[in-house]
């Protein structure tokens, strides 16, 4: 809490905290892993960057009572993305995006949505797969509860 509300941030009042943190804005960036190791499923992996630059600001926080003060103390934040990094304006001379565009609650950053879709289509396949082995388990079973040997006769 101190790096995002600066120097003095724990001498603060709660009201100037919550000021603090709300006037600041924070640039997160994401490093996703994958690890799409089966043949299967490799055609669902996403093409995703090494690092996905995300701006944020503080929306909300939750507050619970110091039991030694009687005081509210914030205990969790949460962070609502505001600015993606347009993916065309990556600075060489920085190493850096320079250029951001503004999320509107009907868009979302690119590869979120992606990431989401691929997963989704995973999701679908483990369940179709699953449902392919329950519907050949009533069939082994009908099989062995016969108790044919596969020319007619009974087994004895």
């Not at 001498?11 to 924070?26: H, M, R, S, T, Y």
């Not at 003060?69 to 962070?79: D, F, H, K, Y």
């Not at 609650?105 to 997963?119: C, D, M, R």
């Amino acid at each position: 809490m101190n790096y995002l509300g600066g120097e003095g941030f724990d001498e603060l009042g709660f009201e100037k905290k919550v000021d603090a943190l709300q006037k600041n804005a924070i640039l997160l960036y994401f490093y996703p892993v994958l690890t799409f190791t089966r043949s299967q499923i490799q055609d669902y992996e996403p093409y995703l960057p090494f690092r996905i630059p995300v701006i944020a600001r503080v929306a909300r926080f939750r507050t619970a009572v110091n039991a030694d003060t009687q005081e509210p103390q914030i205990v969790s934040l949460r962070l609502d993305f505001i600015y993606n990094s347009v993916l065309d304006a990556y600075s060489r001379d920085l190493n850096l995006y320079d250029q951001w565009e503004q999320i509107t609650p009907y868009t979302e950053n690119a590869f979120f949505i992606e990431i989401h879709k691929s997963l989704q289509l995973l999701f679908g396949f483990d369940r179709a797969l699953n449902e392919d082995l329950r519907e050949d388990q009533p069939k082994e079973k009908k099989k062995a509860s016969d108790g044919k040997d596969g020319k007619g006769e009974a087994k004895t």
